[in-house]
């Protein structure tokens, strides 16, 4: 092997047809995989697609409330869907999830009310559910900060003792493909390789980083980077949801029984904007969402059920149907949230009592009761 | 009592806390076989295992990020920054992370993390080895902020710090490590760690200072005393909660204030003591607060570093101002 056979090209991130494992072509043709049998009942397909359709579903309520001035912001996941639902149908209760802000397909699986997730882009607070509960983690804002939390979460774990046991769990962290180029993203990949941490690394590469193509972060696939830090990486069709099962829970199974870290890089596609205050027209050609369109995750677990005959019209209307009514409920919740008040910006930010909160929550309450006197 | 160095009384500290909580780990650059560079850790991988006592890779934001995931766990991670101008790649993680998270949970995870950091100069050091960073972190909400200055404080503020439901920044005076006194290990009987301490008595002018530079305004407040003037040397201990309370009461008697510490003066913690002073003792003060520390400039090269730490004489200076208002 030459250096220059190992270099990548510039500007070049790869093979134009990445090397990925599916299972579910765009047309919706099973195909098998050597390394990654998957067995899955009707049922299980039929709620996975339930799962697909009704995160979307969420999602696009989210991007009308922020169009509506009721959500400050929301980071859309549209064409995600099956990265995070796949990914998310395969953790077990005591695996533990690191996400990013756009995970609320993951938080689904979590059963993580949407309405938190609303909340934080709401402004109403900034998160606030118990990770401990969900087995999910909070929201991290900056750019992969807590990968290097699921990795000291990882080693944990393994200082608990429970791995290979049936209580063992391991830990996901999401991040997308900028993220890579984030020290603490390389760092985390540094630590969970040395201490053989339980960890799988689930990358959604969805091609853009706000506006900065793929080929501003590598010039090598991502996958192959984790060669470099000594754990395997695999690229699997990120669209196709049965393949971002049976490969997570591999990698899943992998890390609770000590065999250590996996890189996935979920090959996808960032549909919509970065987020709503974005305008991808300014950055990138209307051809090639169109062609990805066509790899839509949804349709093509449509078009299997349909062609296998597992499911009928009236399946398809009424998850339809509950994905809405599920949508309007949601949106009456977020309207009715009620702004926190202001004195609370005071709690929370210690465990102990802490002279200065209770010095400044003070002289600020006795501020505010001025006006309600002198408006007596 | 026994007799301790500084740097020894960490090491019986942390290693206290280690005995009497199996959650608490120890993680940093070196700090396994070698014990840390000034060897605080000395012995505690030997007795506590590789799995309590971690020699991490070279990478602080690394270390403080696993330590917080171990905290999300239910551990109680000390952390070892190996030097003060190291822990900058640290900084997002403690300041957007560490202290942050209580808040963005509301209060559903707590993080007990302690960060150490050998601080200041006068040791003869290269560049980055000197530096006094503690206002990044006292202008932090969430975090507490400690400096110990002498060998009993470092062995009961190391397990407060510990014991801390909150995360805790905790600096250590490194030129100190080696000073040696008498410290009650047999008693947990200690000063609240966010209380401040009167450590000399004195009528005529109160100077404020904590970390290192507490042991230079003793030996001014010795020299002063020999000139006649009574000098009250406060050790603040705590810099994030302040106990104001404690410099108020001084300042209120005396009048006079003068802050030392080895960090720039400007923007540095002086500046909050004294409009903190100022608003509440402004018709007790004879004179404003005056202010002894670094210049506002980079680290000097260590063999004219003596120039830029406060000393006896500069200090003497200003106790000297203080009176000539």
């Excluded at chain 1, 397909?105 to 509960?133: E, I, M, Q, S, T």
């Excluded at chain 1, 393949?243 to 199974?253: F, H």
Aim: aromatic residues 8%.
């Amino acid at each position: 092997m030459t250096i220059d056979s190992v270099r990548g090209a510039p500007g070049d991130p790869g093979p134009a047809e990445p090397e990925l494992v599916q299972l579910l072509t765009p047309e919706g043709q099973r195909v098998e995989h050597p390394d990654y049998p998957l067995e899955l009942g009707a049922d299980e397909v039929r709620a996975l697609y339930r799962d697909l359709v009704t995160v979307r579903r969420i999602d696009l309520e989210a991007v009308a409330l922020t169009r509506q001035g009721e959500l400050g912001i929301w980071a859309s996941l549209l064409g995600q869907e099956a990265a995070q639902i796949g990914s998310g149908r395969a953790l077990g209760e005591h695996d533990m999830v690191f996400p990013t802000y756009r995970e609320h397909g993951v938080a689904w699986c979590r059963d993580v009310d949407p309405l938190n997730l609303l909340g934080l882009f709401r402004g109403v607070n900034h998160g606030g559910w118990d990770p401990a509960k969900y087995g999910f983690h909070l929201y991290t804002i900056v750019i992969g900060s807590q990968t290097l939390h699921a990795t000291g979460y990882a080693m944990g774990i393994q200082r608990d003792g429970v791995l290979g046991t049936p209580s063992a769990g391991a830990t996901i962290a999401y991040f997308g493909d900028g993220a890579t180029s984030q020290g603490d993203v390389n760092e985390s990949f540094v630590f969970a390789s040395v201490f053989n941490a339980p960890i799988v690394f689930f990358c959604q590469n969805n091609q853009w980083a706000i506006s900065e193509p793929l080929e501003k972060q590598t010039r090598i696939p991502l996958y192959r980077r984790a060669q470099g830090y000594g754990f395997p990486g695999v690229r699997v069709d990120g669209n196709d949801v049965f393949a971002c099962l049976a490969v997570t829970r591999k990698a899943l199974e992998a890390a609770r029984t000590g065999q250590g870290p996996t890189f996935i890089e979920a090959y996808t596609y960032r549909m919509g904007a970065h987020t709503t205050t974005d305008d991808p027209t300014r950055y990138r050609l209307k051809a090639e969402e169109e062609a990805w369109k066509l790899k839509d995750p949804i349709e093509r677990v449509k078009a299997y059920l349909v062609r296998g005959d597992l499911a009928d019209s009236a399946f398809f209307e009424e998850v339809e149907a509950d994905a809405k009514a599920m949508a309007r409920e949601l949106r009456a919740a977020c309207l009715a949230l009620p702004d926190p008040e202001p004195l609370s910006i005071f709690e929370n930010v210690y465990a102990e009592p802490h002279p200065l909160m209770t010095e400044e929550q003070e002289q600020f309450a006795a501020y505010l009761a001025s006006f309600e006197e002198a408006s007596r | 009592m026994t007799t301790l160095t500084l740097g020894k009384a960490l090491n019986e500290g942390l290693r206290k806390a280690m005995d009497d909580d199996p959650k608490v780990l120890i993680m940093g650059e070196d700090v396994g076989k070698l014990g840390g560079v000034f060897r605080i850790t000395d012995g505690l991988q030997k007795d506590f295992g590789e799995e309590r006592v971690i020699d991490t890779p070279l990478a602080e934001s690394g270390i403080v990020g696993t330590a917080i995931g171990l905290a999300l766990r239910g551990y109680r991670p000390v952390v070892e920054i190996q030097f003060d101008g190291f822990v900058f790649p640290a900084v997002d993680q403690i300041i957007t992370q560490l202290a942050k998270m209580r808040m963005r949970s509301l209060g559903k995870v707590e993080l007990p993390v302690v960060v150490r950091i050998p601080c200041g100069g006068g040791i003869g050091a290269v560049e980055h080895h000197s530096e006094s960073p503690e206002v990044y972190f006292t202008h932090t909400a969430g975090l507490r902020v400690v400096a110990c200055s002498n060998p009993a404080d470092a062995y009961s503020m190391i397990q407060q710090s510990i014991a801390s439901p909150d995360p805790v920044v905790f600096f250590e005076p490194k030129r100190r490590y080696w000073d040696k006194a008498d410290v009650d290990t047999e008693t947990a009987d200690w000063t609240p760690l966010h209380a401040a301490r009167v450590v000399r008595p004195g009528d005529d002018v109160t100077v404020l200072s904590y970390g290192p530079a507490v042991k230079t305004c003793l030996e001014a407040a010795v020299a002063a005393g020999e000139e006649g003037r009574s000098v009250e040397v406060i050790d603040l201990r705590s810099l994030n909660p302040l106990d104001i309370e404690t410099v108020t009461a001084s300042v209120h008697r005396t009048g006079r204030c003068v802050v030392v510490h080895e960090a720039a003066v400007f923007s540095g913690y002086g500046a909050e003591l004294a409009a903190r002073i100022t608003e509440r003792c402004f018709y007790r003060l004879e004179a404003p607060v005056l202010r002894v520390g670094g210049f506002s400039t980079p680290y000097p090269p260590s063999r004219i570093e003596d120039h830029y730490l406060p000393d006896l004489d500069r200090i003497l200076d200003a106790v000297d101002r203080t009176f000539g208002w």
